[in-house]
T-cell receptor, first 118, second 116 residues
Framework: DAGVIQSPRHEVTEMGQEVTLRCKPI?????LFWYRQTMMRGLELLIY????????DSGMPEDRFSAKMPNASFSTLKIQPSEPRDSAVYFC????????????????FGEGSRLTVL | AQKVTQAQTEISVVEKEDVTLDCVYE???????LFWYKQPPSGELVFLIR??????QNEISGRYSWNFQKSTSSFNFTITASQVVDSAVYFC?????????????FGTGTRLQVFP
């Protein structure tokens, strides 16, 4: 079975450019998470969706960051304009909710998108 | 506020040694879940275990074992007879409440290096 698929795996861009990261969750999973990993701050939850609806975006750093989930099989995380401090590995993860909307905490992670902003 | 502390930044052992990774958590909730994830060199995090706050039984899975003690707010992870393939970064995580199980707060991780 295919796992969580993220693209691109590596992105190098210049400050001010728009960056779009993409994620395809595991088929049948109805929760999707975006995490950011840096040496300084560790793993931070940016936003998560249940059934394509954003539930908690309190971790999104600022207005330059936006995330969408137009359907159950696709999500994007956009940074516009990008800054050097956005350099990090961005992980997408998905999970399955029980009926009633409860999760299990077992998240399936993609391999991450390593972003470098010069 | 919830918090997870992994005081050990990096641990190095020689193959076949036992190693314990420490995890201390803070939460005001009476219902919560604790997790361990492994991040191998390939990058993706892999789920290892989940415990809920009402189940303090220790768990063993092969060479892995977990010790949950509410009295000390700790959820430690022991690898017995470590192997080179165990080399990875290990994260402890916490989620609060009965319905936010998937909203995980991670510790800063412990990098384990197992040398042959």
């Amino acid at each position: 079975d295919a796992g969580v698929i993220q693209s691109p795996r590596h992105e190098v861009t210049e400050m001010g450019q728009e960056v779009t990261l993409r994620c395809k969750p595991i088929s049948g999973h109805n929760s999707l998470f975006w995490y950011r990993q840096t040496m300084m701050r560790g793993l931070e939850l940016l936003i998560y969706f249940n059934n394509n609806v954003p539930i908690d975006d309190s971790g999104m750093p600022e207005d330059r960051f936006s995330a969408k989930m137009p359907n159950a099989s696709f999500s994007t995380l956009k940074i516009q304009p990008s800054e050097p401090r956005d350099s990090a590995v961005y992980f997408c993860a998905s999970s399955r909710l029980y009926s009633g909307g409860r999760g299990t905490g077992e998240l399936f992670f993609g391999e991450g998108s390593r972003l470098t902003v010069l | 506020a919830q918090k997870v502390t992994q005081a050990q930044t990096e641990i190095s052992v020689v193959e076949k040694e036992d190693v314990t990774l420490d995890c201390v958590y803070e939460t005001r909730d009476t219902t919560y879940y604790l997790f361990w994830y492994k991040q191998p060199p390939s990058g993706e995090l892999v789920f290892l275990i989940r415990r809920n706050s009402f189940d303090e039984q220790n768990e063993i899975s092969g060479r892995y074992s977990w010790n949950f003690q509410k009295s000390t707010s700790s959820f430690n992870f022991t690898i017995t007879a470590s192997q080179v393939v165990d080399s990875a970064v290990y994260f402890c995580a916490l989620s609060e409440g009965a319905y936010n199980t998937d909203k995980l707060i991670f510790g800063t991780g412990t990098r384990l290096q197992v040398f042959p």
